[in-house]
C-alpha cells in the first residue's frame, strides 16, 4: 500500500447560504483545496453527500461537481453514508490512493439544507433511521438520541450538566473559528434551559442545520514531498464499521459499537493507541453523542464521559482536546460535509495553522465521524510526516 | 406518496407481530430476516412477539416530524419484550411524566398516522402500561 498525504485542505464560511447554491457551496469549498495544495490537475474525485435529492431536487453529484469544477473527463463519484457520507467519501479517495489506481485525488463534502423548511429538513434526516421500524412511529434524530442519553444518564449517572458541558466547550471552540455557524457563546444554563426538543435534549444540545462544504487533496506521500510547500500531513490510519441500522436492535444502546471497532482498527493500522493521540475531532450531533464517542474511542472509560467532559479534560489545553473547531455543535453540521471537515481541522491543527484555538505541540490527531445512531462510523488517524 | 404495496407487506409485523425465529441458533428476528446475523442459517420458523414487556428507555417528542406535528408531546420507548425482542413504539395512555425505565407494558394494536386526508390509515402497536 501507498503511504498518502494530505498536501491542501479548503473550508468555507459554514451557515444559512440563502445566497449561494448546491454546486457553488462546493466548488468554493473544492478551489479553495486545490489553492492550498498548489496543484495543477485532479486525477480524481469523491463526493460526500448524504441526501441532496431530499434538501434540492438534485442527485448524480459526481458528475454535476466535475462539471462545475472545471475538470471533466475525470471521475467522480458520490459516496453516501447518511451523516458518515464525508467521512467514507475521504476513505474511498485515501483506498484509492493508496492503492496506486489514481495519484493525486480531491475529496469533498457537501450539503445544502436550508433549501427546505424545518419539516422537511426533519424527514431528509430520518431518512437515514430504519423508515419501516423507527421512523414509523414518529421518532426523530434528536428522539433517538435522547433515548440513548437517557440510557447513558440511568446506566451511569451522566448529568444534565455534563451534557451542557459539552456545549459550553464546543461554542468556546466555535467562538475562535471565522467559519463557524454559530460563534456565540453559551453557558450550562442557558444550555438547560432553552426549548426542549426531545427529553432530556434541548435545541442547545443538538446541531444546527447548515449549509455548507469541505475538500482535502490526498496523493501519495512520495509526490508530496516533491510537490507541497506546505507541512506533510500523512493519513496513518483508517478504519470503518456498521452496527444495526436500528437503535433498539443493540445490546446496549449508549454503546457505540461502530465507532469502537473503527477506532481499533484505525489504531492497529497506525501502531498507536488512544494516548498517544493529542487532539480529536468527534462526532457531536448531539451533546451526548460527543460523551459516548470519547468513551468508544477510548479517550475515556465506558461510562466515564460525562465527567471527563465536565472537568476540563476534552478542552482546549486539557489532556485530550476535542472539537477544538467547535464541532457540529457550533461549527455546523452540513451532514455529508462534515466528515471531510473533521480531517480540515485536524491537517490544520498539525500544520499549526489553527491561531487562537492550536493545540500545542500536535503531532497526532484523530477524526471520527459516525451515519444515523452510529450505524455506520469511520475514524482516521493524521500525523505530522 | 407511496404505493399501498409498501404499507401492506408490513402488515404481517405491525398488526400481527409475526417474527421468525431460527432453527440453528434459536434467536428470534423482528422484522423477519431472510438470514440470521447470529448464526448465518437460512431456516427459521414463524414465531409471534410476546405482547408485554418493560420500557427500556423512552423519550418524549416535543418538535416532531410533520405528519406527527398535531399529536405532540408524545413519548416513544424501546420496550424489551418478556421474550426478550427489542422494539420501538410510542407509549401512550398515560402522561409523558408517568413514564419510568422499568415500567411493565403491554402491547396493543392502534392507529399510528394517516396518509395525508383522503390517504391509507396506518396502524401499527403502540406500548400502554400494564394493569
Known amino acids: ?296 474511542l477510548g479517550f475515556a472509560e465506558k461510562g466515564k464521559g460525562g465527567p471527563v467532559s465536565e472537568n476540563g479534560e476534552t478542552a482546549i489545553g486539557g489532556r485530550i482536546p476535542i472539537n477544538t473547531s467547535g464541532g457540529l455543535k457550533s461549527k455546523g453540521h452540513p451532514v455529508g460535509a462534515t466528515g471531510v471537515a473533521q480531517i480540515c481541522e485536524i491537517t490544520e491543527q498539525l500544520r499549526g495553522e489553527s491561531g487562537e484555538r492550536q493545540v500545542k505541540d500536535a503531532k497526532r490527531g484523530l477524526t471520527q465521524n459516525m451515519g444515523g445512531t452510529c450505524a455506520s462510523s469511520v475514524v482516521h488517524i493524521l500525523e505530522v510526516a | 406518496m407511496s404505493t399501498s404495496a409498501r404499507y401492506w407487506r408490513e402488515i404481517p409485523q405491525r398488526y400481527r407481530y409475526e417474527a421468525s425465529k431460527c432453527k440453528g441458533c434459536g434467536a428470534v428476528w423482528f422484522p423477519p430476516r431472510l438470514i440470521c446475523a447470529e448464526c448465518g442459517k437460512r431456516e427459521f420458523e414463524d414465531v409471534t412477539l410476546s405482547n408485554t414487556g418493560k420500557v427500556q428507555t423512552f423519550t418524549v417528542i416535543r418538535v416532531a416530524p410533520n405528519e406527527f406535528c398535531d399529536e405532540s408531546p408524545y413519548a416513544i420507548g424501546v420496550v424489551e419484550l418478556d421474550d426478550g425482542v427489542m422494539i420501538q413504539c410510542q407509549i401512550v395512555d398515560c402522561l409523558p411524566e408517568e413514564i419510568k425505565t422499568g415500567m411493565p407494558v403491554k402491547i396493543e394494536f392502534r392507529k399510528v398516522k394517516q396518509e395525508g386526508q383522503a390517504g391509507i390509515i396506518n396502524y401499527g402497536y403502540k406500548a400502554v402500561p400494564a394493569a
Not at chain 1, 24 to 43: M, P, T
Not at chain 1, 165 to 182: L, T
Not at chain 1, 231 to 242: I, Y
Not at chain 1, 252 to 280: C, N, Q, R
Open chain 1, 1 to 296: 500500500m501507498v503511504d498518502v498525504a494530505v498536501i491542501g485542505v479548503g473550508m468555507m464560511k459554514w451557515g444559512e447560504l440563502w445566497d449561494k447554491s448546491l454546486r457553488a457551496v462546493f466548488v468554493e469549498a473544492a478551489l479553495n483545496a486545490i489553492d492550498d495544495a498548489g496543484v495543477d490537475r485532479i486525477d480524481s474525485m469523491y463526493v460526500g453527500c448524504m441526501t441532496s435529492g431530499l434538501f434540492t431536487g438534485q442527485e448524480h453529484l459526481g458528475a454535476l461537481m466535475a462539471d462545475y469544477l472545471g475538470v471533466c473527463p475525470i471521475p467522480a463519484t458520490r459516496v453516501e453514508s447518511a451523516c458518515a457520507s464525508g467521512g467514507i467519501a475521504f476513505r474511498q479517495g485515501l483506498i484509492e490512493v493508496a492503492s496506486g489506481m489514481s495519484e493525486i485525488v480531491l475529496v469533498g463534502g457537501v450539503e445544502k439544507m436550508t433549501d427546505v423548511d424545518g419539516g422537511g429538513a426533519t424527514y431528509a434526516l430520518s431518512t437515514a433511521a430504519d423508515q419501516e421500524y423507527e421512523d414509523y412511529n414518529g421518532v426523530t434524530f434528536p428522539g433517538l438520541y435522547a433515548m440513548m442519553a437517557r440510557a447513558h444518564m440511568e446506566k451511569y449517572g451522566t448529568t444534565r450538566k455534563q451534557l451542557s458541558e459539552v456545549a459550553v466547550k464546543n461554542h468556546d471552540n466555535g467562538s475562535k473559528n471565522p467559519n463557524a455557524q454559530f460563534r456565540m457563546k453559551l453557558t450550562v444554563d442557558k444550555v438547560a434551559g432553552s426549548v426542549m426538543v426531545a427529553d432530556p435534549l434541548t435545541i442547545l444540545d443538538c446541531s444546527p442545520i447548515t449549509d455548507g462544504a469541505a475538500a482535502a487533496i490526498i496523493c501519495p506521500l512520495e509526490t508530496a514531498k516533491k510537490i507541497s510547500k506546505k507541512p506533510l500531513v500523512r493519513v496513518t490510519g483508517s478504519g470503518q464499521a456498521t452496527d444495526t441500522i436500528a437503535l433498539h436492535q443493540r445490546k446496549d444502546v449508549t454503546w457505540l459499537a461502530a465507532a469502537e471497532i473503527a477506532a481499533e482498527k484505525a489504531y492497529k493500522m497506525a501502531g498507536v493507541k488512544p494516548s498517544d493521540i493529542d487532539l480529536a475531532e468527534v462526532h457531536d450531533c448531539f451533546t451526548i453523542a460527543e460523551i459516548c464517542a470519547i468513551e468508544a
